[in-house]
Each structure stands twice: as structure tokens, then as C-alpha cells.
């Protein structure tokens, strides 16, 4: 699919550009286009690729004449810059939405402009039935995609939607790690509370389904495995050796909840599942042929995918660090 293609990538000098660009690569493309606002994460990016096929393109996606003259002549786009942060949203909701939502809908604009062939959006749990700000630009972000399919085009947007990531940017792991080892304690909102979390290779592999599978107009959703906040953080104490080590209850933060879910009530009415490990959901309005494509394939048997259970054990967890390369 990506031989001899060209590709752009929003937002890809982040943890999860990395790898896919590192997959793409390995994919024999004719060049990969990396559009991100911070120089130096450029520089440090090409420097550890080192490969001539890497181009890259300084622009911010909430400017849209920028976007326009780095989709030249592009075959394949996704769509990875976003501000990601609950509380980053929450206290600065403007910057969110300049991002999150305009920026998506530049995205869109820009690709169709340049006949992009397929747009590929990357989006979170946090959408589905968001309380948070972050997840309400998401959902909006969806929403925009998913209608992209009526305008007059022949480009092709599907939403890919993930959870917890391990070991990105600001990752709960790396937090965890640093704070047993440098103060002997670890901060957590609150006991109960259960996360989705997948490795940067399943991240990835949920987005080349989406760009290889997706017809235009659906979201795919991998089904990850859960676990609860507070059996993570004491697998990590165990792993790293530190004794005394004190777990505090900090509080949940404004918008945040104690249980994610990957797929809300009202979605599983138009859910399949896709294969053992990826769910679709399809919209709520008529995109032709769409509903057709997916018409064999079975309904989802429950209700909602929430991150309350099943939830992974001690054993697990740890397998999970392992697969991530945290722990040897």
C-alpha cells in the first residue's frame, strides 16, 4: 500500500511518529513528510533516523496555508498532532480547540484540496462520551472526519481510536518510575481507578489497520486489555527493588474518571466486531456503501467496553512492561 508513496504525518515527532515512521520506512515509501512546530525535536528526530526519504516541514496545523503547501502531491495523511493532556485542556480550553477541532478541520481541507488518497485520524477513549475537554475535541475531531466522507472528494478519513499508550510523552509509567526512584512514593488520583493501555506496536498496528482496512467514514477500535492505576504502580515498585516505598492518593483532577470506556452504549448499536482484537464503529449517517461493506459482519454482544473489567493481574501487568521494554 505505502510503496513508492508519499506520506505526511501531523505531529510526528512525538512518541507515536516515531514508531510509525519507523514502520512506514520499512514499507519502502518515496518519502515521509514529518509536519510538527518544534525545532529541535526535528533536528534530534533526523539525526536518529538518518534517512534521506524523511523530509522535514516546520507548520502548526491551526495554519492551514502551511498545511496546504505540505500536502503536495501527498498520497496518505495521518493525523497526530494534538494537545493531549487532560488538565493542559481543561485550564487552557481555547489552545484545545484551535487544535484539536480547527486544526482537524484544516487537515481535512487541506487533504481534499490536494487529493489526498486516504486520511487516517488518530483519536482516544477520552471521545467516547467525553467529560473532559480533551475528550470533547476528540469527539468533535471524529465527528469531523467521519462527515468529510459527504464532501465531494476522493479522498477517503477514517478514525483509528486507542487508549493509553505505554511510554509516550508524559506517560504514567515514566512518572511512576521517576517518582519511586528520586522521592520513594507515587502520587495516584484515586485507588479504583482503571486505565486502557496498549504497547506502541499494537498503537501503530491499530493505525496501519485503519489506513489499509478503512473504507471512509468508520472508527476502528482496538480492544485493550485494562488495569487498575494502583496494581501498575505497585508492579513497578516490586520490578525497581525499592522498599518503603509509600503509595498517596492525590484526588481526581477536574474531568477526569475513574473508569475510560472504548466504546459508549449508544455506539455498540452500531458496532461489529471486525476480528478478535478490533472493533468498527460505523455512523449514525449515510455514508454510501459503507453499512453494505460491513453488512457480514457480527454485531458487538455488549452494551459499552469499559476499562472496569476484565482487569489484567499482577502477572500481566508485568508481561505488559516487559512486551514495552520497561522492565527486562
Same mark, same amino acid.
Given at each position: 500500500?505505502?510503496?513508492?508513496?508519499?506520506?505526511?504525518?501531523?505531529?510526528?515527532?512525538?512518541?507515536?511518529?516515531?514508531?510509525?515512521?519507523?514502520?512506514?520506512?520499512?514499507?519502502?515509501?518515496?518519502?515521509?513528510?514529518?509536519?510538527? +512546530?518544534?525545532?529541535?525535536?526535528?533536528?534530534?528526530?533526523?539525526?536518529?533516523?538518518?534517512?534521506? +526519504?524523511?523530509?522535514?516541514?516546520?507548520?502548526?496545523?491551526?495554519?492551514?496555508?502551511?498545511? !496546504?503547501?505540505?500536502?503536495?502531491?501527498?498520497?496518505?495523511?495521518?493525523?497526530?498532532?494534538?494537545?493531549?493532556? /487532560?488538565?493542559?485542556? %481543561?485550564?487552557?480550553?481555547?489552545?484545545?480547540?484551535?487544535?484539536?477541532?480547527?486544526?482537524?478541520?484544516?487537515?481535512?481541507?487541506?487533504?481534499? %484540496?490536494?487529493?489526498?488518497?486516504?486520511?487516517?485520524?488518530?483519536?482516544?477513549?477520552?471521545?467516547?462520551?467525553?467529560?473532559?475537554?480533551? @475528550?470533547?475535541?476528540?469527539?468533535?475531531?471524529?465527528?469531523?472526519?467521519?462527515?468529510?466522507?459527504? &464532501?465531494?472528494?476522493?479522498?477517503?478519513?477514517?478514525?483509528?481510536?486507542?487508549?493509553?499508550?505505554?511510554?509516550?510523552?508524559?506517560?504514567?509509567?515514566?512518572?511512576?518510575?521517576?517518582?519511586?526512584?528520586?522521592?520513594?512514593?507515587?502520587?495516584?488520583?484515586?485507588?479504583? !481507578?482503571? +486505565?486502557?493501555?496498549?504497547?506502541?506496536?499494537?498503537?501503530?498496528?491499530?493505525?496501519?489497520?485503519?489506513?489499509?482496512?478503512?473504507?471512509?467514514?468508520?472508527?476502528?477500535?482496538?480492544?485493550? *486489555?485494562?488495569?487498575?492505576?494502583?496494581? &501498575?504502580?505497585?508492579?513497578?515498585?516490586?520490578?525497581?527493588?525499592?522498599?518503603?516505598?509509600?503509595?498517596?492518593?492525590?484526588?481526581?483532577?477536574?474531568?477526569?474518571?475513574?473508569?475510560?470506556?472504548?466504546?459508549?452504549?449508544?455506539?455498540?448499536?452500531?458496532? /461489529?466486531?471486525?476480528?478478535?482484537?478490533?472493533?468498527?464503529?460505523?455512523?449514525?449517517?449515510?455514508?454510501?456503501?459503507?453499512?453494505?461493506?460491513?453488512?457480514?459482519?457480527?454485531?458487538? *454482544?455488549?452494551?459499552?467496553?469499559?476499562?472496569?473489567? *476484565?482487569?489484567?493481574?499482577?502477572?500481566?501487568?508485568?508481561?505488559?512492561?516487559?512486551?514495552? @521494554?520497561?522492565? @527486562?
Amino acid at each position: 500500500m505505502f510503496a513508492n508513496a508519499t506520506i505526511l504525518v501531523t505531529g510526528g515527532t512525538g512518541s507515536w511518529g516515531y514508531e510509525l515512521i519507523e514502520q512506514l520506512l520499512q514499507e519502502n515509501p518515496k518519502k515521509i513528510i514529518v509536519f510538527s +512546530r518544534n525545532e529541535s525535536t526535528q533536528v534530534a528526530m533526523k539525526r536518529t533516523f538518518e534517512d534521506a +526519504r524523511l523530509i522535514f516541514c516546520i507548520g502548526d496545523v491551526r495554519d492551514k496555508e502551511a498545511l !496546504m503547501k505540505a500536502c503536495e502531491k501527498v498520497d496518505y495523511l495521518f493525523h497526530l498532532a494534538a494537545l493531549k493532556h /487532560v488538565p493542559v485542556c %481543561e485550564d487552557q480550553p481555547y489552545e484545545a480547540l484551535k487544535t484539536n477541532v480547527v486544526g482537524t478541520q484544516n487537515v481535512i481541507e487541506a487533504a481534499i %484540496e490536494n487529493k489526498v488518497k486516504k486520511v487516517i485520524n488518530i483519536s482516544t477513549d477520552k471521545a467516547a462520551n467525553p467529560s473532559n475537554f480533551y @475528550g470533547m475535541t476528540k469527539a468533535i475531531g471524529e465527528k469531523l472526519i467521519v462527515y468529510a466522507n459527504l &464532501l465531494s472528494s476522493d479522498t477517503k478519513f477514517v478514525n483509528v481510536r486507542g487508549g493509553n499508550v505505554l511510554g509516550t510523552n508524559g506517560s504514567v509509567i515514566h512518572v511512576f518510575m521517576k517518582q519511586i526512584q528520586e522521592k520513594s512514593q507515587v502520587g495516584i488520583t484515586d485507588k479504583n !481507578m482503571t +486505565r486502557f493501555f496498549m504497547t506502541k506496536q499494537e498503537a501503530i498496528e491499530l493505525m496501519l489497520r485503519g489506513a489499509e482496512a478503512g473504507q471512509g467514514g468508520e472508527i476502528f477500535v482496538i480492544t485493550m *486489555p485494562t488495569c487498575k492505576i494502583v496494581d &501498575l504502580a505497585e508492579v513497578l515498585i516490586e520490578e525497581l527493588g525499592k522498599r518503603d516505598v509509600e503509595v498517596i492518593e492525590l484526588g481526581v483532577r477536574p474531568g477526569e474518571k475513574i473508569h475510560e470506556i472504548l466504546l459508549s452504549e449508544f455506539e455498540s448499536q452500531f458496532t /461489529v466486531a471486525y476480528d478478535d482484537e478490533h472493533l468498527v464503529i460505523l455512523p449514525t449517517i449515510e455514508i454510501p456503501g459503507l453499512k453494505a461493506h460491513y453488512a457480514n459482519f457480527p454485531k458487538v *454482544p455488549y452494551e459499552s467496553f469499559s476499562s472496569e473489567e *476484565p482487569l489484567m493481574t499482577k502477572a500481566e501487568i508485568k508481561k505488559m512492561l516487559v512486551k514495552g @521494554g520497561f522492565l @527486562g
